[in-house]
T-cell receptor
């Protein structure tokens, strides 16, 4: 029973490039949450998605950031024209229901912007 | 706006020295308060959910309690393998997101 799978685990981009982070939720889970964690800080909510729908994107910057969770395939967090301040660990979590109870987290994708 | 504050930021204990971590929260209608453990370079791992004041949950050397404004994570006779960052989080009515505190980094020395 595979857990939440995130890839890549580590990603290095130069300023101005695009970063794509992928998340496959646990089997049977249709609710996906993305969080960002800066060094020595807590997890900051970015976006909550269900299959083919964005439910709450209140934590996501209005520009350069987008997320999707298509009917088939993983959820993707896309960051366009990356800047140094985007360097962080990005965690995906999934849950079987939308009541935001226990969240099952992946190991994270660590983005470094040079 | 929902908010979670954890203290202390860091806690250093000797093996066997019991202590408590604090989580103060403000939320409009608590649906659940959660404790997670995070090891360096890893994703958070779920520990407990508490739903109402007076509720307590236990797991090995950990015990979580809840009041109307705070939650405590009590660690009894800790071992070095308990060293980790402990995260507190809340979910309130009217929202879909779980809000996390900054965490308490626990170091247990043998």
């Amino acid at each position: 029973n595979a857990g939440v799978m995130q890839n890549p685990r580590h990603l290095v981009r130069r300023r101005g490039q695009e970063a794509r982070l992928r998340c496959s939720p646990m089997k049977g889970h249709s609710h996906v949450y993305w969080y960002r964690q800066l060094p020595e800080e807590g997890l900051k909510f970015m976006v909550y998605l269900q299959k083919e729908n964005i439910i709450d994107e209140s934590g996501m910057p209005k520009e350069r950031f987008s997320a999707e969770f298509p009917k088939e395939g993983p959820s993707i967090l896309r960051i366009q024209q990356v800047v140094r301040g985007d360097s962080a660990a990005y965690f995906c979590a999934s849950s079987p229901t939308g009541d935001a109870g226990e969240l099952f987290f992946g190991e994270g994708s660590r983005l470094t912007v040079l | 706006e929902d908010q979670v504050t954890q203290s202390p930021e860091a806690l250093r204990l000797q093996e066997g020295e019991s202590s408590s971590l604090n989580c103060s929260y403000t939320v409009s209608g608590l649906r659940g308060l959660f404790w997670y453990r995070q090891d360096p370079g890893k994703g958070p791992e779920f520990l407990f959910t508490l739903y109402s004041a007076g509720e307590e949950k236990e797991k090995e050397r950990l015990k979580a309690t809840l009041t109307k404004k705070e939650s405590f994570l009590h660690i009894t006779a800790p071992k070095p393998e308990d060293s980790a960052t402990y995260l507190c989080a809340v979910n309130g009515v009217g929202g879909f997101k779980t809000i996390f505190g900054a965490g308490t980094r626990l170091f247990v020395k043998a």
